[in-house]
T-cell receptor
Framework: EAGVTQSPTHLIKTRGQQVTLRCSPI?????VYWYQQALGLGLQFLLW???????NRGNFPPRFSGRQFPNYSSELNVNALELEDSALYLC?????????????FGQGTRLTVV | QKEVEQDPGPLSVPEGAIVSLNCTYS??????FMWYRQYSRKGPELLMY????GNKEDGRFTAQVDKSSKYISLFIRDSQPSDSATYLC???????FGQGTTLQVKP
């Protein structure tokens, strides 16, 4: 069974550009979480989608947005990129949201903003 | 106040030592807690989860929750160099993580 897959694995963008990151959850998982992991800052929670709805949002500006599709895959969009957006972006999926959630992570997308 | 807080370390111990990793949380409504391990440049992987208070043991790992003090602990017995990684605690449900503690086990 395939795990959580993220694409692309690496990308380089210029400040001010826009980027879209993609995540495919494990088959049957309906919840998708997005995190930003900048160097030395740990996992910062970005967004949680469950059954196509945004359930929770972290303390990030509105230029970070996303959505979840009917097949439960998800996109993370970042507009007006800033240098400090350079980080590893991780996606996780779980069978159900809320309560007990055994979440599985992808390998991440490493974004570099220059 | 952050929902989950963790001392980032780094923590360095000799091989065979008992390691204690700790987190505190602020929301008393949390019921589930998890420990993840993250090797460099990899996604985190689930180590253990616990529900409410008490201990849970899995091989060399023991997870402990003290709801009265809002304290979560992970103990690693007979630590090995392969245990060198970043350990992250998280609350179940919202899946909010602490900053992670970097552990190095020296041969």
């Amino acid at each position: 069974e395939a795990g959580v897959t993220q694409s692309p694995t690496h990308l380089i963008k210029t400040r001010g550009q826009q980027v879209t990151l993609r995540c495919s959850p494990i088959s049957g998982h309906t919840s998708v979480y997005w995190y930003q992991q900048a160097l030395g800052l740990g996992l910062q929670f970005l967004l949680w989608y469950d059954e196509g709805e945004e359930r929770n949002r972290g303390n990030f500006p509105p230029r970070f947005s996303g959505r979840q599709f009917p097949n439960y895959s998800s996109e993370l969009n970042v507009n007006a990129l800033e240098l400090e957006d350079s980080a590893l972006y991780l996606c996780a999926s779980s069978l159900v949201g809320g309560g007990y959630t055994e979440a599985f992570f992808g390998q991440g997308t490493r974004l570099t903003v220059v | 106040q952050k929902e989950v807080e963790q001392d980032p370390g780094p923590l360095s111990v000799p091989e065979g030592a008992i390691v204690s990793l700790n987190c505190t949380y602020s929301n008393s409504a949390f019921q589930y807690f998890m420990w993840y391990r993250q090797y460099s440049r990899k996604g985190p992987e689930l180590l253990m989860y616990t529900y409410s208070s008490g201990n849970k043991e899995d091989g060399r790992f023991t997870a402990q929750v003290d709801k009265s003090s809002k304290y979560i602990s992970l103990f690693i017995r007979d630590s090995q160099p392969s245990d060198s990684a970043t350990y992250l605690c998280a609350n179940g449900g919202k899946l909010i993580f602490g900053q992670g503690t970097t552990l190095q086990v020296k041969p």
